[in-house]
């Protein structure tokens, strides 16, 4: 199983950025794809997911209305749209995936940086 996040970037405040998780080596229709992300000094938190099937979807109270998230089953890839970024979106973005009715995230990609300027 191997997820492959890509896309993050500088951007300023109000700007957009596109991200993307690959994934290969799933039993896709079993899993939920999600982001999360780190910024310095602060835990790990939950973005957004979707359900390969659904698709089902869920976000932070925080990215509602300005991120979405969606899959493109052709490209077995799951993209997260960025809009109306802030400063406060600055951090490093991970994809994750675990199976459903699984608590934990099993499997993880590489980090992609997200900046956001003032």
């Known amino acids: 199983v191997q997820l492959q996040a890509s896309g993050g970037g500088l951007v300023q405040t109000g700007g957009s950025l596109r991200l993307s998780c690959a994934a290969s080596g799933l039993a896709y229709n079993d899993y939920l794809i999600g982001w999360f992300r780190q910024a310095p000094g602060k835990e790990r938190e939950f973005v957004a997911s979707i359900t390969w099937s659904g698709p089902n979807t869920a976000y932070a109270d925080s990215v509602k209305g300005r991120f979405t998230i969606s899959r493109d089953k052709a490209k077995n890839t799951v993209v997260l749209q960025m809009n109306n970024l802030k400063p406060e979106d600055t951090a490093v973005y991970y994809c994750?995936?675990?199976?459903?009715?699984?608590?934990?995230?099993?499997?993880w990609g590489q980090g992609t940086q997200v900046t956001v300027s003032s």
């Open positions: 994750a995936a675990k199976m459903r009715g699984d608590s934990t995230w099993a499997k």
